[in-house]
């Protein structure tokens, strides 16, 4: 019966299978098995980082990066080069699931983003360096982040998008602005561990009106392919610390599991559950930063202009006029 199966229906099974292997000549030869005990803490958040990066568009970076840099008082850099790697594992779980169960995705936007946003990755790693704090860059994306999510919240609540993947128009000016959009996206994923996800979600929604259970698979894809070419160049480069594999070691068995188990979740709910499970995690993760960091003038000052800008912004790209570019 097994044989008889489409190669294509266990390649989710084959997946996890290699990453144990992998994990378990890691953590046997490298890091050690003590190196899960030490950064339990790390196992137990990705376990809700994997399911609700995958079940949204923000990744597990968004979880990984704030424990990693608040916690684990590790340097920005480190942090998104882990997040990168984590990922990798996490997501690729999670897009062999969408392609087993053949759900629905971009598959034009998601070329398209994953060379520009590639192209952004690279130039920002070896030129232009992260301008922020570690605290500054975390009030930054957390303050984008919760205007993105309530930007979308308030412009697809009384829209009903019809729109497949098919009959949404992907050309002209929208192309153009699309692939500057993802190059600044891979610049910033080159800085935090992920953010052209939340990048490429966006876009899909405001943009090109996708519906949430297309964009949000759509997303996993993306970052799923941007993390494994990061990684395989952070290896290349020597960025891929000790520390870095103890992570990792206490994290892949937990990623594989809950990833996939997340976007199959949150399609089977539906666009609406989408938009405010997202909501939802926006308001917390921001919540976490304000009680972390407003203490000091300078971090709420930034906050305010940060959501200020972004929700026009992106409230204004949602109400662009849908009809066919010329």
């Keep these: 019966m097994f044989l008889q199966r489409p190669l294509y229906k266990d390649s989710l099974l084959f997946f996890r299978f290699f990453a144990l292997i992998l994990w ?35 990744g597990g970076g968004v979880v990984a990066f704030p424990v990693l840099t608040f916690i684990k008082q590790i340097p920005a850099k480190e942090a998104a080069v882990f997040c990168l790697a984590m990922q990798s594992f996490g997501m690729t779980a999670s897009s062999l ?8 995705v971009d598959k034009f936007l998601i ?19 992260n301008p922020f704090s570690s ?32 009959t949404a128009h992907a050309s002209g000016w929208r192309l153009l602005l699309f692939i500057a959009i993802c190059f600044a996206g891979g610049i910033v994923t080159s800085w935090i561990g992920n953010g052209i996800d939340v990048v490429f ?37 020597g960025n891929v610390s000790m520390q870095t594999l103890k992570y990792l070691s206490a994290t892949i068995p937990v990623v594989i599991i ?7 979740f949150s399609i089977r709910h539906g666009d ?10 926006v308001i917390i993760q921001y919540l976490f930063t304000a009680v972390a960091f407003f203490r000091q003038l300078d971090y709420l000052l930034l906050s305010m202009l940060v959501i200020a800008l972004s929700f026009v912004l992106l409230f204004a790209i949602g109400c662009i006029d849908k009809r066919k570019a010329v």
Excluded at 118 to 126: E, H, P, S, T, V
Excluded at 148 to 162: D, E, H
Excluded at 219 to 228: F, G, K, N, Q
Excluded at 272 to 281: G, Q, T
């Design 111 to 129: 070329t398209w983003c994953v060379i520009t946003s590639f192209i952004g990755y690279l130039l920002a790693l070896f030129y232009i360096p």
């Design 201 to 237: 979600f966006c876009v899909l929604i405001l943009l090109f009106s996708r519906t949430e259970s297309v964009a949000t698979p759509s997303a996993v894809i993306v970052m799923a392919l941007i993390s494994i070419f990061a990684t395989a160049l952070n290896i290349s480069a």
């Design 97 to 104: 699931a969408i392609f087993t169960r053949k759900i629905p």
């Design 272 to 281: 609406a559950f989408i938009r405010k499970l997202l909501l939802a995690l």
């Design 135 to 166: 605290a500054g860059l975390k009030v930054f994306f957390s303050s984008f982040w919760l205007a993105f999510g309530a930007a979308i919240f308030l412009v697809r609540r009384k829209q009903t998008i019809s729109q497949t993947v098919e």
């Design 258 to 264: 809950f990833a996939p188990l997340g976007i199959l």
């Design 24 to 58: 378990l000549l890691l953590t046997v030869y490298i890091t050690g098995f003590v190196s899960i005990a030490e950064n339990y803490i790390l196992s137990l958040a990705m376990m809700v980082g994997a399911f609700v990066g995958s079940a949204t568009p923000v």
